[in-house]
């Protein structure tokens, strides 16, 4: 699910924008309701995978740091980011942005591991996952 909502984003970052311009109130409310549901695909299972990647003894802070260093990075820097490319190359590029953070995420998605026959127990020594 958190794929498929990394991909709806990437879609609909590149579709929403274009809508949203066009001034017309329905379609404004149309696009970002089309940006919302990327994110909302994304959310509803995020607490169980981030939580599920690390060893139990490192659960919470893990899950916790993950979770609140991405919101700094998919809150904080778009909108710095958004007054340089509408100075640069006008409104339209905004549209990139979500396309982008979409992208990004597909490939850190991948890049994660694999932890369906993982055991979630931690060894008692080493904090580690037990073998399955």
């Keep these: ?16 924008y274009p809508v949203i311009g066009s001034g017309n109130v329905a ?14 695909v994304v959310l509803g299972p995020a607490a169980a995978h ?13 899950a ?10 998919g809150r904080g820097v778009p909108p710095v980011l958004a007054a340089g490319l509408v ?3 006008g409104s339209g590029a905004i549209g990139a942005m979500p396309a982008v953070y ?7 998605g991948l890049a994660l591991p694999e ?11 080493t904090g580690e996952p037990t073998a399955p």
């Design 1 to 16: 699910m958190v794929a498929v909502g990394n991909v709806a984003t990437f879609v609909f970052g590149l579709i929403a």
């Design 27 to 40: 379609l404004v409310g149309l696009g970002l309701c089309l940006l919302m549901i990327g994110g909302g």
């Design 50 to 62: 981030l939580a599920e990647l690390f060893a139990t003894g490192y659960r919470y802070t893990g």
């Design 64 to 73: 916790g740091l993950s979770y609140n260093l991405a919101t700094f990075v």
């Design 87 to 89: 100075a640069a190359y």
């Design 102 to 108: 979409g992208l990004l995420s597909i490939a850190c």
């Design 115 to 125: 932890t369906m026959e993982r055991s979630q127990l931690a060894s008692a020594a």
